[in-house]
């Protein structure tokens, strides 16, 4: 049975960071893509960032490139987003995502989910 739970949320003032980790299990990391999406409540996910398993570098939506990476410990089957300089637009819930198949950040029926985690940024 696969599991992602993800830990690291909360809130933090405007210009703060954080650190989110996705724990998985009954999954290899290294043989998924892996993403993080957030999604505030009445609108729709969003992708957020996508490591990439076999071309150049990982993806990140506009708005948070530069300001995000996200990164996989492959030792530790754990994924991260560290998130600095972050700002109330960034407040959201987080969740970690895995697809043993090619999935974009505009798609959003990626194989597995995790619970989220919430981030809160105030002003």
């Known amino acids: 049975q696969v599991q992602l739970v993800e830990s690291g949320g909360g809130s933090v003032q405007v210009g703060g960071s954080l650190r989110l980790s996705c724990a998985a299990s009954g999954l290899i990391m290294s043989r998924n893509y892996m993403a993080w999406f957030r999604q505030v409540p009445g609108e729709e996910r969003e992708g957020v960032a996508r490591d990439n398993m076999e071309f150049g570098g990982p993806s990140y939506r506009d708005g948070v490139r530069g300001r995000f990476t996200i990164s996989v410990d492959n030792a530790k089957n754990t994924m991260y987003l560290q998130m600095n300089d972050l700002q109330p637009e960034d407040t959201a819930m987080y969740y970690c995502?895995?697809?043993?198949?090619?999935?974009?950040?505009?798609?959003?029926?990626?194989?597995?989910w995790g619970q989220g985690t919430q981030v809160t940024v105030s002003s």
């Open positions: 995502a895995a697809d043993p198949d090619y999935r974009s950040l505009n798609d959003r029926t990626w194989m597995y």
